[in-house]
């Protein structure tokens, strides 16, 4: 039960963390060739800023 309050606190920190740079990237991919690197976690999931960004 703990082990799943924690992944859920993480899930959340890193769904706010990549809303917060959602504007930033989407602004310098289209006006630039860029590549963007960020850790594995933030490609995940539904909230993942692949998905987000194709969508």
């Known amino acids: 039960m ?13 769904y706010k963390r990549n809303q917060l740079w959602l504007p930033s990237i989407e602004d310098k991919i ?3 060739n860029c590549l963007v690197a960020v ?6 999931y539904k909230a993942g800023l692949i998905t987000v960004l194709r969508a």
């Open 2 to 14: 703990k082990m799943n309050n924690l992944n859920i606190k993480r899930k959340k920190k890193i």
């Open 30 to 32: 289209s006006q630039y």
């Open 39 to 44: 850790g594995a976690n933030h490609l995940f």
